[in-house]
């Protein structure tokens, strides 16, 4: 089943790409930013969703929220580390609220320990730690990374 927030998720990716906005392949850092977006259906409002990154010192948030009045909400956070193109999850937080219905998912990371520490409707887990892993919005932000590092090796490789 399909989380509302990946539905959400997907949905303000759908529009930021068929409204033609695309990040610049010209910048090959992390950049801060912010995007809002409205979900219309006909000629509608319906809901509304946010997407933010910031940045203090070494330490990086990137927030998706959204709201669909009287149906629901979703807000996911997610602090991590950027270092060397490479995105290292830190925390991750997930909020929602269909209807009546509300969950909430955490996650810490703890590379020293080697675990990751997992909580859902008050069922706690601890998973062994694996290099690379990311949570669901640290993969949009390195893939991301690896495709504006990939078209800067194209551009590279092309002009020889």
Do not use: H
Request: glycine share 4%; charged share 20%.
């Amino acid at each position: 089943m399909i989380s509302f927030s990946a539905v959400m998720r997907a949905t303000a990716l759908t529009t930021l790409t068929a409204a033609g906005v695309t990040f610049s392949a010209s910048s090959y850092a992390l950049v801060p930013f912010e995007a809002t977006y409205q979900f219309s259906y006909g000629n509608k409002n319906v809901g509304n969703a946010t997407r933010k990154l910031t940045q203090q010192g070494n330490q990086w948030q990137y927030q998706f929220s959204s709201r669909i009045p009287v149906l629901g909400s979703a807000t996911e956070t997610s602090k991590f580390s950027f270092k060397n193109g490479q995105i290292q999850s830190q925390s991750y937080l997930r909020q929602t609220k269909i209807l009546l219905r509300s969950d909430t998912v955490t996650m810490n990371f703890k590379p020293q320990q080697k675990t990751i520490s997992t909580s859902r409707k008050g069922t706690q887990r601890t998973l062994v730690w694996q290099n690379g892993v990311l949570d669901d919005l640290n993969a949009e932000l390195q893939v991301r990374e690896d495709l504006k590092r990939w078209f800067k090796i194209q551009i590279y490789y092309c002009r020889l």
